[in-house]
């Protein structure tokens, strides 16, 4: 039975909050921190946490509730100071990562920014007027893949191309990057030696490199292409570094999977993920045909949640079953019950009926 | 005496030419590397490419890093409390207390018209220095030869 590691801390997203915000979020129990996975920061409106698949509003003692006229409020100029401190009062230095929407923090947190999209030709320039900040608690997942590592190893040297599909926030990135750490650092118990891997880290999420500097653990023998869009990134790749692996995140283009079917070319194998329910799902879309079934990937994990509980699972190119498991390790439930300080229960999530659909 | 005002003068003028060439420095880091802010005043004050303003930039490094606060305000910080060991006037000081001021805040375009704004005003002000050293240090000099000549006669 493997254990995963969880890592990722809230006191480091604090250091970089206004005062009055960092002052709330401290209060913040342990037990919920460790289960917080967004914190929303919007001028005007009360301050929130999103769990597993359900949202409350945070209260100024740290407390948690669904009442918003009795939630902490955060103030238009707390949502600026924290824009340019995220930034590290540096706003050119992330100009090309505001105008994707997002900046990434160091640790490997991602901070999602709304406000006036400012527009030069065709192109979005930039943002003004942030109106607010949606900050993503990163947290690596170490050995989270381990129980599943075995069944997209082909041999000692070689890896199944492999597929990842979940619908949003069931963890498909997660796995993703643990899946990439063994096959780079490679692994004793499962008998695998590591392989040179890429990593085409197109929103930073991977890596989450700060300056240049992966913040997650990606193994030994991984390069990372950050920033950089899938289907130049794996052309670059295959060009430059000769990998024996690449790892993309979220393919969702035609272009995309004509880049995969280019990267089987040239020999180097895939580990990639995809939003869907299923491989059916997937197989649906325009341009993924080729991707699924024969001559596609010839692994895929599935993950979801049903009733509350995480499950993943491991098919073959042809839908057969390779291995299920109820309890996807290390992963926390989308049910739980909340506790506040002094035990007071303030209520009981509720699913996401997006992730409650089973394959 | 008149030499040492002289001199001070001189060295004035020449602070602020270094400024002026830290501009290209920080345009360079800034608007074609885009490092952020507290690793350039870092990098800048590491390499001791600031001549007398490494302190300044120091400061202002440390204090953008570890206090989060703004550029102008680590700016006016550091440059009230290092303002001793720089060889300028008090309106010199108060010209230069707003040079952080717009710094990061906006793109990298916008950056460069910020620091070509400042370069204009430092040459400016360095071309005020300039005239100040030749014409009251020349004078400063002179006193300086004359009071020693007259003292050199008193004690004869």
Redesign the interface.
Same mark, same amino acid.
């Given at each position: 039975m493997y254990k995963a590691q969880r890592t990722g801390d809230l006191s480091r997203i604090s250091c970089n909050l206004p005062d009055r915000i960092k002052r709330v979020v401290d209060r913040i129990s342990p037990e919920m921190a460790s289960r917080l996975e967004e914190l929303r920061i919007n001028a005007g409106v009360p301050l929130m946490g999103v769990f597993s698949g359900f949202d409350r509003f945070i209260c100024e003692d740290g407390t948690f509730t669904d009442k918003p006229e009795t939630a902490f409020r955060v103030g238009r100029e707390e949502v600026e100071e924290l824009f340019y401190r995220l930034c590290e009062h540096s706003v050119y230095a992330y100009q090309e990562d505001i105008a994707r929407g997002f900046i990434t923090i160091k640790g490997g947190f991602r901070a999602g920014i709304c406000g006036r999209v400012v527009y030069q030709g065709q192109a979005i320039k930039g943002m003004k007027d942030i109106s607010s900040v949606c900050i993503r608690v990163s947290r690596e997942l170490k050995g989270c893949a381990e129980e599943i590592f075995p069944f997209i190893m082909s041999g000692s040297h070689d890896i199944w191309n492999t597929m990842v599909i979940s619908p949003p926030r069931c963890g498909k990135t997660t796995m993703l990057r643990d899946i990439c750490r063994i096959i780079s650092t490679g692994s004793e118990k499962a008998g695998f030696a590591g392989l040179r891997t890429v990593i085409v880290d197109e929103r930073s999420e991977i890596a989450a490199c700060y300056m240049g500097i992966a913040q997650n653990d990606c193994g030994p023998r991984t390069d990372v292409l950050d920033g950089c869009r899938k289907p130049e990134g794996i052309e670059m790749a295959l060009r430059g570094m000769s990998p024996a692996v690449i790892v993309v995140d979220e393919l969702g283009t035609r272009q995309d999977a004509e880049s995969v079917r280019m990267a089987w070319n040239a020999g180097a194998r895939i580990v990639a993920t995809a939003h869907a329910y299923d491989t059916g799902d997937l197989r649906e879309r325009l341009g993924f045909g080729m991707l699924i079934g024969k001559g596609g990937f010839e692994r895929c994990i599935v993950l979801g949640i049903r009733d509350g509980k995480r499950w993943v699972k491991v098919t073959d190119a042809y839908g057969n079953l390779l291995y299920r498991n109820d309890k996807a390790p290390g992963m926390h439930d989308g049910i739980f019950r909340m506790h506040g300080h002094g035990d007071e229960a303030v209520g009981e999530a509720e699913r996401q009926a997006a992730c409650a659909s089973e394959a | 005496m008149g030499m040492r005002l002289s001199a001070r003068l001189k060295d004035r003028q020449l602070a602020l030419q270094k400024l002026k060439d830290i501009l290209l420095f920080l345009e360079n880091e =800034?608007?074609a590397m885009?490092?952020?802010?507290?690793?350039v005043f870092e990098d800048l004050a590491k390499g001791n490419y600031g001549g007398v303003w490494t302190p300044v930039f120091h400061l202002s490094g440390g204090i953008?890093k570890e206090q989060?606060?703004?550029?102008g305000s680590a700016w006016r910080i550091a440059l009230k409390e290092t303002a001793a060991t720089l060889p300028l006037t008090l309106e010199d000081l108060d010209l230069l207390r707003d040079f952080g001021e717009l710094l990061?805040?906006?793109?990298?375009e =916008?950056?460069q018209a910020v620091l070509n704004m400042e370069k204009e005003k430092l040459a400016a002000m360095e071309q005020k220095a300039r005239e100040a050293a030749e014409t009251t240090g020349r004078l400063y000099r002179n006193l300086g030869a004359l009071m020693g000549a007259a003292a050199v006669i008193l004690l004869i």
């Open positions: - | =800034m608007c885009g490092k952020p802010l507290n690793k953008l989060s606060l703004n550029a990061g805040k906006t793109d990298r =916008m950056q």
